[in-house]
Each structure stands twice: as structure tokens, then as C-alpha cells.
């Protein structure tokens, strides 16, 4: 069974800053798997973001090509990539980007509303989502009112919510506190075995590599290593 | 998701508060400006129209042309006849009232029977007594009456107030009228002030003097004649229309000139006028449109660049949400459009509000008036000194399109920058908080 989710052949990103050409990522070749639960590492322009954002279909390679399964992810239009966005990643931020005049209930409710999805249809998927992520007590408060792990658990359920293929996530734990970030790597690896959803960290956390099946190192825009 | 985001609009004070006060704020004005000036000038028009020259005039031409002078030998005889014709061959909907303009000198005598002072006049006869008239009602003369009673015995008149002031008369006065006859010979005959009319126009209170049609008829030896046949038409009955009805009547009676009443002389020639015909009146009412058409553009292009910047603003205050629900896959346009619905529900919501307000407003000005009659003390203009505002749909209408056009657009030129926003800087700017 072809179990292939994203795939990059010869992958380069090259930025325009001024006059200047910055390369990004040279000649990237890169598979993640149905389910896998992997992470990015390397330092500050090491190129993380830029593979996140790849993966996400929020930019295109100046050359080589990106696959979501069969489809090639640069072919596709402006809206198509939306589609795709929507139907298949989640994300999951630093700095969580809950929206503060929305409950956790509502702030959860969001991606299954672009979805096209109604209220009344997914109430019983959001509320049992805040449930395995731990909040059901806090469902109706506001962001405002919640801890910073607290915050980031609604992150996470706002990205699974939607049942989605593959969840990126960008340095979930660096706005936490030790105790809380693993909290988070134990619910985000739980999850991730419940919902087969494969999970992409960008990270230098170290503690989010020992949760991890995969990790790979990045410097420079190449891949250093992959283990 | 509709619903999802107007949850939102109302909890974010912010991002509701500001533009929706923008848009009532807006609408209140342009609803209570459009009302005051509406009420101002159809006010203007309606005391115009009531006392001088009908929404429509039928005239005799010569006598037209020279009315400064108040020939009443250019008078149009055959009053009953031509009243029987105009009912007739006009529309069913307009009221016709008879009218005698006349001018002569008011002399009051001291007991002695020497003159104790004179002055020249400005005089209307009108019909007091019959019991379908409708000028009393029209002229708002019981409402106006400051003293004693109106003219309805024989030889008695109503003066202004101001006039009497100035002339030191009191009720039961008796005056005499020296003028000229309709076959151009002096008249004199003694009338009896029963009442002060405060008209509200300081010209007419200075100078005006209303007698009885037949007492008019009677000091003047004009049976059966009459200088004006005025014509009204209902309230809802709008004055765009009036060049029409004129047309067809001035038709009517090229066809009636043919075969004349025999009292008529071999020159007289009947002719109708609308009310924009006179006075300068028609010119007026196109400055006064494009004046107000103005002061509405000017309004919505206000309302417009402040709702745009609220839009900036509150796209600034809502960039994380945003980028996050362009991150999350909804399309520029779907967003867009979004942002549409609420900018159309915030001017809905504005207008409706605005509408309120200023409606409420306009109704005060319109029951209770404000008196403005200092400030038109020295003024020859023919304009209520209470002057009050008149709450039109119209008025309602143009609050309400521009509240709603300048809010819609406002929000959408403000979201040009969503267009513009590139996804690939999503993650930095959300990352960025």
C-alpha cells in the first residue's frame, strides 16, 4: 500500500531580497508518510518555516516539484491551493493565534465553518475534541482566560478538528513552559496514534525530538540529516 | 458562517462601535439635513404656492404682465363661467380658488374723521364665506389669527399684525380703502378691522390686508371677476408634474379662447403657469436639488473615506484573523466577500439606527418648528418665520443609500489588501502575533 503523503523531488526556494538572490532550500528530496509524526530541526534560516510553508501549500518552489500524494501541488490554482489547505493541513503556531473574541468552542468551530460544514451537523465533533484535549470544563471561555498550554490545546484541536491528513506545526512549544510543552508533545503524540493524522514539527526544542519517529536536520536550506 | 462572524462583530466593540457610529452618525445627518432643507424650501414653496401663486395659476396674460401695477381692468371676467370650465377640462384633483390681488392706500381716521395715518397696501381677496372654500383651511387663518375673528361679515377685514402695529390700529377700527376700480375710476369705501393675522412672513405682516372675494368684487366693481383662478393639488401629488397638467390645460384653452365668454374683452387671453413659472421659483427648485444632491455626495463621500479607514483599521485590528483564515484555506474572495456582508450589515444596522435618529430629530423640527423670524425680519423672501422640516421618504432614502453604499465600500476598498496579501508570509506574520 502506497502510503506516500508528500513527496519532494529536487526542491530549491530561492527569495529575492533587494538585489540579492537567498536560497532558501537547495534541491530538497523528502517523503512523509501517512501518520508519521516528524520534525524539522536547525537552527534560525535553516529553512524550517520555508518547508512548512511548502508542505502548506502557502508557497511554491522556484524549481523541483511538491506532491500531495499524486497531485502536483505547483499545478495547482490559487484557489485549488486553498481547497487543498483546507480539506488536508491543520495548523498548529507558536504563538497559538486563537481568535480572543471567539470561545474555545467557537474558536475549534472555525475550520469545520470554512469547510462549509453547519453548526448544528459538528457540534457533538467539536465538543468530543475539546473532551481529548482536556477542556471541556473550559469550553465556553474565552482565550483570554486560558493558560498558555491551555491556549495551545485549543490550537491542537482546532487543527485536528477537521480530521486532516497532516497537521503542521511551527515551534508549538517554544511559548511554554517545560512542564506544559511536554503535556503538549504526550497529547500531540496521542492524538496523532488516535487520528493518524501525520504530524510535521518545525522545532529546536530538544525535547520535541524525543517524542518524535523521525527528525531532520536542516542547515543552510539542505537537508544534513534525516533519522 | 455568516452567523459565526456577526457573533463576532457584536462582541468586538471595537470593530463594530466605530463604523456602525460612523454610518448612524452619517445617516442621522444627511436624514435631518435633507429633512430641515426639504421642509426649509417645499415650506418656502407651499406658503408661496398657498398665498400667491397657486401650484398653478390661470391668469389673465395682460394682466400677468403687468402685475406690479394690479391692473384689475385686465381682470378675467366671467368668473362662474370660467370656474364651470376649469372643472371641466382639468384633472379632477385639483381645487380652484378664486383670488382678487389688489393694491390701494389704508386710511385710518382719528375720531374727528381726519386722517390719522395712511399707508399703501397690499390686499387679497378671497372667498371667506362660501361653504366649500377651502381658503381659510389652506391659508391656516384660524391658526393665524392673533386677535378677533376672520371677515366673514360684510365689509370687514383681517390685517398683519406688524400693520396694525405700525398703524396704531385697534379691532372694530373703521377704514377706508382708496383705490382704483376695475374701469380704472377712484374708489373709496370704508371696511372694519376685525382681526390680526401674524402670517409668519414678515412682508405680508407689514403690508398685507385680506378682505372677502365679494366685498372685494363689490369696492372695486368687479362682478363676476376675478385676477387670479389659483390651483392646488393635493399634497401627493409631486411638482414635477405640474409642467405636464399645464401643458394640457394651456391646450384646453386655446381651443376655449376660440369661442370666449362674451364678458371677456377682444384682448384678453387666459393663461395657466405653474408655481415654477413664478417668482423665479423653477430655478430655485433646480439649485435647490442640485444643492441638496451635493450636500448628499458630499456626505457619502465622508462617510465613505472614514468608513474606509475604519476599514483599515479594523483590518489592522483583525490582520491575525485574517491571515489565519486565509491560512486555513478560505478563498480571497470568499473572505472578501465576507467582509462585504458585514460592511452591508453594519450600514443596514447604521442606517437604520441613523434613520432613527435623525428621523426623530426631523420629526421635532417638523412639529415644533424653529423660529427664525429675526433672522428674517429684513428678509422680502415669502418663508414661514417658524421654519420646520418636513420628514419625507425621500429623505429617508437618501440616508439610508449612501449609509449602506459608503459603509459596503468603505470595507471592501479597505479589504483591497487582503487581495494583495501574499500567503507565503503567512506563517511569519502569525508567528509574529
Known amino acids: 500500500m502506497n502510503n506516500k503523503l508528500i513527496s519532494f523531488h529536487e526542491v530549491s526556494k530561492i527569495f529575492k531580497v533587494g538585489d540579492e538572490n537567498f536560497t532558501a532550500l537547495r534541491d530538497i528530496n523528502l517523503e512523509i508518510k501517512t501518520g508519521s509524526f516528524m520534525s524539522f530541526v536547525g537552527p534560525s534560516g535553516s529553512g524550517k518555516t520555508t518547508l512548512l510553508n511548502l508542505i502548506g501549500g502557502l508557497d511554491v518552489p522556484t524549481s523541483g516539484d511538491i506532491f500531495f500524494k499524486d497531485i502536483k501541488l505547483s499545478s495547482l490554482s490559487r484557489n485549488m491551493m486553498a481547497k487543498y489547505r483546507r480539506e488536508n493541513i491543520g495548523f498548529i503556531f507558536q504563538t497559538y493565534n486563537l481568535l480572543p473574541v471567539y470561545s474555545v468552542y467557537e474558536n475549534i468551530l472555525l475550520p469545520l465553518l470554512l469547510n462549509g460544514l453547519k453548526e448544528n451537523t459538528v457540534r457533538e465533533r467539536v465538543i468530543d475534541i475539546v473532551s481529548k484535549v482536556g477542556l471541556l470544563d473550559q469550553i465556553k471561555k474565552k482565550p483570554s482566560q486560558l493558560s498558555g498550554g491551555q491556549c495551545q490545546r485549543v490550537a491542537i484541536a482546532r487543527a485536528l478538528v477537521k480530521d486532516p491528513l497532516l497537521i503542521l506545526a511551527d515551534e508549538p512549544t517554544a511559548n511554554l513552559d517545560s512542564k506544559n510543552s511536554l503535556q503538549i508533545l504526550e497529547l500531540m503524540k496521542e492524538l496523532n496514534q488516535q487520528y493518524k493524522a501525520a504530524v510535521v514539527f518545525s522545532t529546536h526544542d530538544e525535547k520535541v525530538t524525543r517524542y518524535i519517529d523521525r527528525e531532520i536536520g536542516l542547515e543552510d536550506g539542505k537537508i544534513i540529516f534525516d533519522k | ?433
Open chain 2, 1 to 433: 458562517m455568516i452567523v459565526f462572524l456577526f457573533r463576532g462583530i457584536f462582541r468586538d466593540k471595537s470593530r463594530f462601535l466605530f463604523p456602525i457610529s460612523i454610518v448612524t452618525i452619517g445617516v442621522a445627518l444627511v436624514v435631518a439635513l435633507v429633512g430641515f432643507m426639504e421642509g426649509v424650501f417645499m415650506g418656502m414653496i407651499d406658503m408661496t404656492a398657498n398665498l400667491d401663486t397657486g401650484h398653478l395659476r390661470l391668469v389673465n396674460k395682460p394682466f400677468y404682465d403687468e402685475e406690479h401695477l394690479r391692473p384689475l381692468d385686465r381682470s378675467l371676467a366671467a368668473q362662474k363661467e370660467t370656474l364651470k370650465w376649469l372643472e371641466h377640462n382639468t384633472n379632477s384633483d385639483i381645487t380652484w380658488a378664486p383670488r382678487i390681488r389688489w393694491g390701494a392706500l389704508l386710511d385710518v381716521p382719528d375720531v374727528n374723521g381726519n386722517t390719522k395715518s395712511q399707508t399703501p397696501v397690499v390686499g387679497m381677496a378671497l372667498d371667506f364665506k362660501s361653504s366649500d372654500s377651502f381658503e381659510i383651511k389652506r391659508l391656516h387663518l384660524v391658526e393665524s389669527l392673533l386677535k378677533g375673528k376672520l371677515p366673514l361679515g360684510k365689509n370687514e377685514m383681517v390685517i398683519g399684525n406688524q400693520l396694525a402695529h405700525s398703524l396704531k390700529v385697534s379691532l372694530g377700527q373703521s377704514v377706508t380703502l382708496l383705490g382704483q376700480s376695475f374701469d380704472g375710476g377712484l374708489v373709496a369705501d370704508n371696511y372694519t378691522i376685525v382681526g390680526f393675522i401674524k402670517f409668519g412672513v414678515t412682508t405680508m405682516d407689514k403690508k398685507m390686508v385680506l378682505i372677502d372675494l365679494i366685498d372685494a368684487q363689490n369696492t372695486f366693481y368687479m362682478d363676476d371677476t376675478v385676477t387670479d383662478w389659483l390651483g392646488y393639488f393635493p399634497s401627493s401629488f409631486n411638482f414635477t408634474n405640474y409642467v405636464d397638467v399645464k401643458n394640457k390645460i394651456n391646450f384646453n384653452l386655446n381651443t376655449w379662447i376660440k369661442t370666449p365668454p362674451k364678458d371677456w374683452a377682444k384682448d384678453d387671453i387666459p393663461i395657466t403657469l405653474s408655481i415654477l413659472d413664478q417668482q423665479n421659483i423653477g430655478s430655485m427648485v433646480k439649485t435647490f436639488t442640485l444643492i441638496k444632491s451635493f450636500v448628499v455626495g458630499i456626505f457619502t463621500f465622508l462617510m465613505m473615506l472614514v468608513l474606509w479607514n475604519a476599514g483599515v483599521l479594523s483590518g489592522i485590528h483583525r490582520y491575525g484573523e485574517m491571515g489565519l483564515r486565509l491560512a486555513f484555506g478560505e478563498s480571497h474572495w470568499k473572505l472578501i466577500f465576507t467582509l462585504g456582508i458585514e460592511g452591508l450589515f453594519i450600514g443596514i444596522l447604521g442606517s437604520i439606527v441613523g434613520c432613527i435618529i435623525g428621523g426623530t430629530f426631523t420629526w421635532y423640527l417638523q412639529e415644533i418648528g424653529l423660529n427664525m423670524g429675526d433672522a428674517f425680519s429684513k428678509s422680502g423672501l415669502m418663508i414661514n418665520d417658524v421654519v420646520r422640516a418636513r420628514l419625507t421618504l425621500d429623505g429617508f432614502i437618501q440616508g439610508i443609500i449612501p449609509g449602506i453604499f459608503s459603509s459596503v465600500t468603505g470595507t471592501l476598498i479597505a479589504s483591497l489588501a487582503i487581495f494583495k496579501r501574499s500567503e507565503a508570509n503567512l506563517f511569519r506574520e502569525l508567528e509574529a502575533g
